[in-house]
């Protein structure tokens, strides 16, 4: 014999009623003090535990029983249903599952991001032409223009020449490689690979190389980008963090959700930005050494890039020391610390490869 | 049976729940969800509402959720294969793909109230239902206008022709500015029209939901007068102005203008734009939380149901208190303290709402006619609960 009590709600109006209910080794159910028709513990719904909430009984008849006495409905389950079929409530309550489980999220995030996603963007743009890469890059060009780029002030006969260096480099594919120049003081030194195949080069850059050599170095290494289609990879595999994030966040309901979202998605698509600079290397690597082109030059530009950065920072740390005092000092790590998450300037790691392959 | 007290009497709201708890059923819904790839979100949000509900008790009796998640679990499917269909013709047909969203747009409101309408009839109290009395084509009215508004602010580059294609293409400067200043009026024109009318459109809209709540039989009734709306803004504005201001002078100390241009660099530190990030995100935050919290305590105070009123008392600080600390918390702990935060913040909003009654709450259930066991399948089907 099962006896609880619980607040009864016939479904017709909002009244409450107070009830005693008990459970015969029959398994009919009565309620005490109010008439009902038979009804056996069988046929009535039981809503599945849900943390520690009240449960509701179902009766045929439209009502419904409200209880707390948890011990007893699971009693009446076990008898007379089969047990609690409540699997989710069984892995909520457990805490090592909980365990398990968080475990288990982060392992597979961990697998996502650093397998999942990247195989994800690779298998998906080599299956789609490289017309789609041609329609991304359109407009690009042209809206940094508006933003960053202003007209080269390389002369007209320097520029024919760097260009004729770049046809001798490029790979024998149906794409439409070109090489554009522009100045920029905001980018300074810097070589861009659009998804069109045009590759940007900013005055700045070309006259930081010594000699075309290492200008031909950093033309492959654009190549490169574009010939594994990393633009395209970029996009895919932004879309694939966008989401995992949403996954994750579920009902982005709050600020505090958005804000976020939007960290790791920033410092993930920096993290893959490093791994596409590392692929372009490789091609470059290759590249320059079939050609028998000396690698070390690549080395030195990327040197002198570094060398530069540095200069630059330095300069930056002495103004705000002269003006700031000694608070700056901690500030100096904290960039370190950022340098992690950006992808230029070129790490040591870089420039040591190709130190290496010329030896 | 029922007694007649000449007193009104006073029914605090109660919230049961606990961040432990939640920690459990939140974080198996996480795992179950990615591990499926999405298809148990449904019954994730299903859990979830029947936690949050079944501890949100009442005169002595709690709320129930009562969806069934492959309803859900429909409507989301629907909503994903559409989105990848407009994906698709995005890329590969343009045009059509601007028709479909297009049409998409058109569909929001009849969507938007859907969802409501569904997410109502699931609810119960004491095993009455709510309801939402649909009425599309005043939904329409309200609803489409916002959607035109929103779409002119988008397209209006096109349609001045000051893209930033046209404005290259562009071959006589004296045309060009005619256009941009046409353009810059219009937007100006757009802007101070949008912040007149938004209060007023924003009160017809509750009281378009509040008048069409049921409960059962009864009907919930909302009195909001347009002067407490335009107050609001009013101060909101003010809020965000004053908080910007000192945002920004705080920000000029922060941010040093080196003395020799030679060495602008251009870029300054990471750490320093994150901390700009923060500063001018703040006010925004802040007059969120004022808007959303003298909102809701507007909405709950002046809604009835029949001789049933409510109260809702939130208090400011205590809530901006609980937004930052959660949002602290949250990204400290990299998404973990989420539970922990909406447990805290339904427990608030609960202790600060009550419900006054005249005697015994009577409230009928709906007519048995007015659900019928086939009718309800179809209207299921358009009442898509695709989480909005």
Not at chain 2, 43 to 68: C, I, L
Request: aromatic content about 10%; some cysteine; hydrophobic content about 45%.
């Amino acid at each position: 014999m099962i006896q609880f009590r619980g607040k009864y709600y016939d479904g017709r109006s909002s009244a409450s009623i107070d009830v005693s209910i008990s459970v015969d080794d029959e398994g009919y159910l009565q309620i005490q003090d109010h008439e009902h028709d038979r009804v056996h513990s069988g046929d009535i719904t039981v809503s599945s535990r849900i943390g520690n909430t009240n449960r509701f009984l179902g009766l045929p008849d439209g009502s419904r029983i409200e209880t707390a006495a948890h011990d007893q409905v699971d009693e009446l389950l076990d008898k007379w249903q089969g047990g609690d079929h409540s699997l989710a409530h069984r892995l909520e309550k457990n805490l090592r599952a909980i365990v398990v489980a968080l475990l288990l999220l982060v392992g597979t995030i961990y697998a996502l991001i650093n397998f999942g996603i990247p195989a994800l963007s690779e298998n998906l743009t080599a299956m789609l032409p490289t017309s789609v890469d041609d329609s991304l890059g359109g407009e690009v060009l042209e809206q940094l223009d508006e933003i960053f780029f202003e007209p080269s002030g390389i002369p007209a006969d320097r520029q024919m020449e760097l260009k004729d260096l770049f046809a001798s480099l490029v790979p024998d594919t149906e794409r439409n490689y070109q090489v554009e120049f522009r100045s920029s003081t905001v980018i300074g030194a810097n070589a861009l690979a659009l998804p069109d195949a045009r590759i940007v080069f900013t005055d700045q850059l070309v006259s930081l190389a010594d000699d075309d050599e290492m200008l031909a170095a950093i033309m492959l290494h654009e190549i490169g980008h574009v010939v594994e289609r990393h633009a395209m990879q970029s996009v895919i595999s932004q879309a694939g963090i966008s989401m995992l994030v949403f996954v994750l966040t579920g009902d982005i309901s709050s600020a505090s959700t958005a804000l976020l979202v939007m960290l790791p998605s920033f410092f993930l698509q920096t993290r893959y930005s490093r791994t596409l600079e590392w692929e372009a290397d490789t091609y470059a690597l290759n590249e320059m050494l079939r050609r028998g082109m000396d690698t070390g030059k690549f080395a030195d530009i990327m040197e002198t890039m570094l060398a530069q950065a540095e200069a630059e920072e330095e300069a930056e740390q002495e103004l705000k020391r002269e003006t700031e005092g000694e608070e700056s000092g901690s500030e100096a790590n904290t960039e370190r610390l950022f340098e992690y998450f950006q992808s230029h300037p070129p790490s040591r790691l870089r420039i040591e490869r190709f130190r290496e392959a010329a030896n | 049976m029922s007694e007649q007290y000449s007193e009104p009497q006073r029914h605090q709201f109660t919230f049961h729940g606990q961040a432990l708890d939640y920690f459990g059923i939140w974080i198996v819904n996480l795992v179950l969800t990615i591990i499926t790839l999405g298809i148990y979100s449904a019954w994730a949000k299903v859990r979830t509402n029947r936690y949050f509900y079944g501890n949100t008790q009442v005169a002595g009796s709690s709320f129930d959720y009562t969806a069934n998640p492959k309803k859900i679990l429909l409507g989301r499917t629907i909503a994903v294969v559409m989105l990848f269909i407009y994906q698709f013709l995005v890329i590969f047909a343009p045009t059509a793909g601007l028709l479909i969203l297009t049409l998409f747009g058109l569909a929001i409101p009849f969507v938007y109230l859907s969802s409501l309408a569904f997410r109502m009839r699931y609810s119960q109290w004491r095993n009455i239902n709510f309801g939402f009395q649909r009425d599309v084509g005043k939904a329409y009215m309200l609803l489409l206008p916002l959607v035109i508004f929103i779409i002119l602010a988008i397209a209006a580059p096109t349609l001045f022709g000051i893209t930033p294609e046209d404005l290259a293409a562009a071959d006589d400067p004296a045309d060009e500015s005619a256009q941009i200043s046409a353009y810059l009026s219009f937007s100006g024109f757009l802007a101070i029209a949008g912040l007149l009318l938004f209060p007023m459109w924003q009160r017809f809209y509750y009281k378009y939901i509040g008048d069409r709540v049921r409960l059962g039989r009864a009907k919930f009734s909302i009195d909001l007068k347009i002067r407490r709306f335009y107050a609001l803004y009013l101060a909101a504005l003010l809020i965000v102005i004053g908080l910007s201001l000192l945002a920004f002078f705080l920000s000029r100390a922060l941010l040093l203008q080196p003395a020799d241009p030679a060495l602008q660099t251009g870029a300054p530190s990471v750490f320093t734009l994150l901390v700009l990030y923060v500063l001018f995100l703040s006010p925004y935050l802040v007059v969120l939380a004022f808007i959303k919290t003298t909102l809701t305590n507007l909405l709950y105070s002046n809604i009835r149901m029949g001789n049933v009123a409510f109260e809702c008392d939130l208090k400011l600080g205590r809530m901006i208190w609980l937004y930052l600390t959660n949002t602290l918390a949250i990204i400290v702990t990299l998404g973990l303290a989420v539970p922990w935060s909406k447990v805290r913040l339904a427990r608030y909003r609960a202790e600060q709402m009550a419900m006054i009654t005249q005697g015994d709450i009577e409230v009928l259930a709906a007519e048995s006619g007015d659900v019928s066991a086939g009718g309800e399948a179809m209207t299921d089907l358009f009442d898509l609960d695709i989480g909005l």
